[in-house]
Nanobody, 121 residues
Framework: QVQLVESGGGSVQVGGSLQLSCVAS?????????MGWYRQISGKERELVAS???????VYGDSVKGRFTISQDKSKNTVALQMNSLKTEDTAVYYC??????????????WGQGTQVTVSS
C-alpha cells in the first residue's frame, strides 16, 4: 500500500523560509515516475507548485519561480521543497504528489494528506 507522509509545514512571516519534505513508502523506486508538490488555496482549485516531469527535470508554477526549489531522491522515494521569500499569497495547504508506474501501460497518482503553510505579514 502506497503512502505519502509530508512534514515541514507551519507558520512563518513574510520573507521567511520553510522546507517541506515528503517520503513515499509501499513502492519500489523503479516504479516511481516522479514526485512533486501542489497547493490549494482556500476556495480555489489545486495548483502546481513544482514537480518533476517524466524526463526528470523540474517544472515550476509561475508564481513560485525563482523562490522555490524542488529536489528529489528517487532511490529513496523522497521529495523536498525549499521555499524562500515567502509571501502571504503562498498561504495554502501543500500536497505531495507521487506518480507510480508499475508497468508501461499503467500509472497511478497518489496524494499526501496535505500540510498547512501560513505566511503572515
Amino acid at each position: 500500500q502506497v503512502q505519502l507522509v509530508e512534514s515541514g509545514g507551519g507558520s512563518v512571516q513574510v520573507g521567511g523560509s520553510l522546507q517541506l519534505s515528503c517520503v513515499a513508502s509501499g513502492l519500489i523506486s523503479s516504479n516511481n515516475c516522479g514526485m512533486g508538490w501542489y497547493r490549494q488555496i482556500s476556495g480555489k482549485e489545486r495548483e502546481l507548485v513544482a514537480s518533476f516531469s517524466s524526463p526528470g527535470y523540474p517544472v515550476y508554477g509561475d508564481s513560485v519561480k525563482g523562490r522555490f526549489t524542488i529536489s528529489q531522491d528517487k532511490s529513496k522515494n523522497t521529495v523536498a521543497l525549499q521555499m524562500n521569500s515567502l509571501k502571504t499569497e503562498d498561504t495554502a495547504v501543500y500536497y505531495c504528489r507521487l506518480c507510480v508506474k508499475p508497468s508501461p501501460d499503467y500509472s497511478r497518482i497518489y496524494w499526501g494528506q496535505g500540510t498547512q503553510v501560513t505566511v503572515s505579514s
